[in-house]
């Protein structure tokens, strides 16, 4: 049973690395694996099952499938519906939240967006992470949709807005209970913000750290760190050019 489960804990985190590379198609295959070695009952092995329904709804928004992405929105809910323990309650209804402001943001409601993303809090570190780590810390670090909200406020004109949940994104608070790591994409798309913004100075300290932290990224994420380069050398040469 413990082979069974690591081998769909690796199907899982395959799935997260090809999403992660844009390839939907084997991610997709990658879920269906995971899906027939599931159990049937789907309150059985619940996190798997919740990320099961995640990864398929997200790649069903890809392919402007919204009515799927719904039904994947359905599952998770009747999970966190048959659940009392707090840290599922916790972290799957934050997610559902996120995953809602997704389908919202897809459909062209960016305002209820916006509303649906600000009810996601994550209060805890779920005990199931502290205690048994491993893969679940993937589970637990699922990057993909926790910038939404910053998303939505952008879709809905909010420049401002978004710049706000991209700095918590990308601040270091040890002392917080929101332990996910820093996705370093974020700092780039705050850098542009930045930029947009006329904040030369932090757009340009946001571009060198998203540099430092992913320059030796997958060559498929190489011509993002070429374009915060140039992006940077722009700003480094305006700022010379400024007389002081």
């Given amino acids: 049973?413990?082979?069974?489960?690591?081998?769909?804990?690796?199907?899982?985190?395959?799935?997260?690395?090809?999403?992660?590379?844009?390839?939907?198609?084997?991610?997709?295959?990658?879920?269906?694996?995971?899906?027939?070695?599931?159990?049937?009952?789907?309150?059985?092995?619940?996190?798997e099952r919740v990320f099961s329904h995640l990864f398929s709804g997200l790649l069903s928004l890809e392919t402007n499938r919204i009515d799927a992405a719904r039904e994947k929105a359905a599952g998770i809910k009747r999970i966190l519906d048959r659940t009392s323990w707090i840290d599922?309650?916790?972290?799957?209804?934050?997610?559902?939240?996120?995953?809602?402001?997704?389908?919202?943001?897809?459909?062209?409601?960016?305002p209820r967006s916006v509303s649906?993303?600000?009810?996601?809090?994550?209060?805890?570190?779920p005990g199931w992470v502290v205690l048994?780590?491993?893969?679940?810390?993937?589970?637990?670090?699922f990057p993909f949709i926790?910038?939404?909200?910053?998303?939505?406020?952008?879709?809905?004109?909010?420049?401002?807005?978004?710049?706000?949940?991209y700095e918590k994104l990308t601040a270091s608070d040890r002392t917080g209970r929101d332990r996910r790591l820093i996705y370093p994409p974020f700092h780039f798309r705050l850098a542009r913000l930045y930029r947009q913004r006329g904040d030369l100075q932090k757009a340009a300290r946001a571009f060198s750290r998203f540099i430092s932290l992913w320059k030796d990224c997958d060559s498929l994420f190489q011509?993002?760190?070429?374009?915060?380069?140039?992006?940077?050398?722009?700003?480094?040469?305006?700022?010379?050019?400024t007389p002081h």
């Fill in 132 to 141: 048994f780590g491993g893969l679940r810390f993937v589970k637990y670090n």
């Fill in 88 to 110: 599922i309650r916790d972290w799957v209804g934050a997610y559902i939240h996120l995953y809602n402001g997704e389908v919202l943001l897809k459909s062209g409601s960016p």
């Fill in 116 to 125: 649906a993303c600000g009810k996601a809090r994550f209060s805890r570190i």
């Fill in 1 to 47: 049973d413990v082979d069974i489960r690591v081998k769909r804990n690796f199907i899982l985190l395959k799935a997260c690395i090809f999403f992660l590379r844009r390839d939907y198609g084997e991610a997709g295959v990658c879920l269906e694996q995971l899906d027939a070695a599931l159990p049937t009952d789907e309150f059985l092995r619940w996190d």
């Fill in 146 to 165: 926790q910038d939404t909200l910053a998303r939505a406020h952008l879709r809905d004109g909010d420049v401002d807005g978004a710049i706000g949940v």
């Fill in 223 to 241: 011509p993002m760190i070429q374009k915060a380069r140039e992006e940077l050398m722009v700003l480094t040469e305006s700022e010379t050019d």
